[in-house]
């Protein structure tokens, strides 16, 4: 018999041959399997013919197993367990996960998160291992090629198989040095749009913020006079060029230095800000470990802390 004919088996007969072999007994083999007497009568004489043998020979207490059933037995028992095993539902458990997760981030954003993170890992999964790099515009590739297993950016789309989580909203400000001019002064309208702005560039995310785009409605923008994608130069022009820099509040208390910083909140109606997404492909959205390790990454995202940024609060205008 080759491999493909074994569909033409039924294997619920293997079930029924391991009940009458570990009860000795039709009627109780067939109460057992929630069967009919005559229907597993039945069954015994297709097995009979399956395997060409008498199987069972009737006696006084019961059914005495042939030669040829116990050999059967002994190696169609450890069979059926493998397949118990198989079909049974997948449980996760962390503490025999033995696993490396590749995660790309904005750099400022895997700060949110992996202290906890890895605090959470060494106590509860300490053979899981995480391989984090910094997002590039070509992450989301990466992601559906199956060279990352999650992506945490603010892109607001993704291809096709690709899943998202929300893991929060981040409320906009603008930051300025604490020597600023304008640090202990409210922000109004006129001096926002007067302020020289480092615009950082997200990768992956629309260059326009929606800052800008609600501004570009009411025929105004912001004075950007300086463009990077690099962290510390967009810092530093904060620090010691007097501009301003527009970030998210909570992300602002990941900033290195931010007990040098003020945030402002916006001098216009306040909106939702960039939503904080994590991405994963449709090929592990059913994988236990996958999930519970995504599910720990959104209870641990925010950290607990308010941090050093010293946040005004003023009058909306």
Not at 21 to 43: C, D, G, I, K
Not at 195 to 203: C, G, K, M
Not at 241 to 267: H, N
């Amino acid at each position: 018999m080759t491999l493909d004919e074994l569909a033409a088996v039924d294997l619920k007969l293997l079930v029924a041959f391991n009940a009458l072999m570990e009860e000795h007994s039709v009627s109780r083999a067939a109460e057992r399997l929630n069967l009919s007497q005559p229907s597993m009568s039945r069954t015994l004489q297709r097995l009979r013919r399956l395997f060409a043998d008498e199987l069972f020979v009737r006696q006084s207490h019961g059914l005495a197993p042939s030669p040829r059933a116990e050999q059967l037995h002994r190696q169609l028992r450890p069979l059926l367990d493998d397949m118990l095993r198989l079909v049974a539902p997948v449980v996760v458990e962390p503490s025999r996960m033995a696993r490396t997760f590749r995660i790309a981030a904005i750099d400022i954003l895997a700060q949110q998160w992996i202290g906890p993170l890895l605090n959470e890992l060494q106590r509860q999964a300490p053979g899981v291992r995480l391989r984090i790099s910094n997002l590039e515009p070509y992450s989301m590739d990466e992601l559906v090629g199956g060279q990352l297993d999650f992506l945490i950016s603010l892109n607001e789309t993704a291809p096709a198989n690709v899943h998202a989580r929300v893991l929060g909203h981040d409320t906009p400000v603008c930051l300025l040095h604490r020597d600023h001019p304008l640090a202990a002064q409210e922000l109004t309208r006129e001096r926002f749009l007067r302020l020289p702005f480092v615009h950082f560039l997200v990768p992956g995310f629309d260059e326009r913020l929606p800052v800008d785009r609600e501004l570009a409605l009411q025929g105004e923008q912001r004075r950007i006079l300086l463009q990077t994608n690099n962290l510390i130069s967009a810092l530093n022009a904060v620090r010691h060029s007097g501009m301003a820099l527009l970030s998210g509040r909570r992300i602002s208390e990941c900033l290195p230095g931010s007990e040098q910083l003020v945030a402002k909140p916006l001098p216009f109606h306040p909106h939702e800000g960039a939503a904080i997404r994590l991405f994963w492909h449709r090929r592990y959205h059913d994988d236990v470990e996958h999930r519970w390790l995504r599910e720990l990454i959104d209870r641990l995202f925010w950290p607990t802390d308010t941090g050093n940024l010293q946040v005004v609060a003023q009058s909306q205008h």
